[in-house]
C-alpha cells in the first residue's frame, strides 16, 4: 500500500515548509539563533525546537524529563508548559546542534510519512495527548510548521512562500475559526454577515454568515450589505490571527475595517484564534 492520495498533499506541503525551515536557518550564526521573533518570549532557536520536539513526539520519542525555570512568565497553563519543556531542554544548544538535530528529525519523519499506509479518517494519537484523525493531524502539522516558518521569516528578514501550498492549507485551516469568533466570540446577530477581503500574495474573498438561530458558517459567495468588511493584506490576517500582532498596532494602510463600529471592535478583540 501507499500514502492515500487525500494525505499526499499535506505530506508535501508539510516537506516543502519544514525543509525551507531547515536552508532559511542552516547558515545561522550563533547570534542570529538569539534574535527574537513575534512569538512571545520566543528566540529563533525556541521557534526551531518547537518544531523538532513536536516532529519527535510523533515520531514516538518519549517525552524529555525536564523542570522549566520558575520564572518563565508566559507559562500560565499546562498546555504552555507541556509546549515549553522540549523548547527550554533546547535553549543552551550550539548552532551546529540546532542544525544537526534539524536536518536528522526531517531525515525520520519523512521516511515515517512516505511509509504511511493508514487512512486519513484513522485515530491517532494527539501531541499532547487524546486522540485525532490522521488527515486532521498532518493539517495541524502542516499549518503549524508553516506558522512558524513565517515567524523565522519575519525574524530574519527574509520574506518568501506566502503563497506556497502550505500556505493555502494553512489559510484553509485558519479560516474554520471565523464562524465561532464572529457568531459566538463577538456576538454577530442573525442573519447577519461579516466578510473578510484578503489580498496580497494569496488573494481571496470570505464571508462569515449567521443563520437565523446564530450559528456561523463561511463560505466564498459575495455578501450584499454585510454587517461589517475588513479589507487586510495576507501577512497582516495571518499574524492577527496568530496572535503575533495587535488589531491596534496595525497601520491604516494594512487593516480597514467599516460597518458597525462595535461589531468590528469585537471581532479585532477576539481575532487572534491560535498562538
Known sequence: MTVHSKLQPY??????????????????????????TECPYWSVRDVVS????????????PRPIHSLPSDLRHITSEAARYTEVPVDIRRHHTAPEMT?????????????????????????????????????????????????EQDLRRALGKPANLASPAAVLSRDYALRALPKLV??????KPGSAVV??????????RTVRVSPEGRGSIDSAVSLGPAATFVVDWETFVRLLCGRVRPASVSADRLKAEGDAELVEAILAHIAVTD
Do not use: K
Request: charged share 30%; hydrophobic share 40%; glycine share 8%.
Open 183 to 188: 457568531a459566538h466570540d463577538a456576538g454577530a
Open 50 to 61: 518547537h518544531v523538532i520536539g513536536f516532529e519527535c513526539e510523533l515520531l514516538g520519542d
Open 196 to 205: 473578510f477581503d484578503v489580498h496580497g500574495p494569496l488573494e481571496f474573498m
Open 11 to 36: 505530506i508535501d506541503a508539510w516537506t516543502h515548509s519544514i525543509e525551507s525551515i531547515n536552508d532559511l536557518v542552516a547558515p545561522l550564526t550563533e547570534g542570529e539563533w538569539n534574535r527574537r
Open 100 to 148: 544537526s538535530e534539524l536536518e536528522y528529525t526531517i531525515i525520520r519523519r519523512s521516511r515515517q510519512l512516505r511509509n504511511e499506509t493508514r487512512q486519513p479518517d484513522a485515530e491517532v494519537r494527539a501531541i499532547g495527548g487524546g486522540e485525532v484523525l490522521l488527515e486532521e493531524q498532518l493539517w495541524a502539522r502542516v499549518f503549524d510548521v508553516w506558522v512558524h
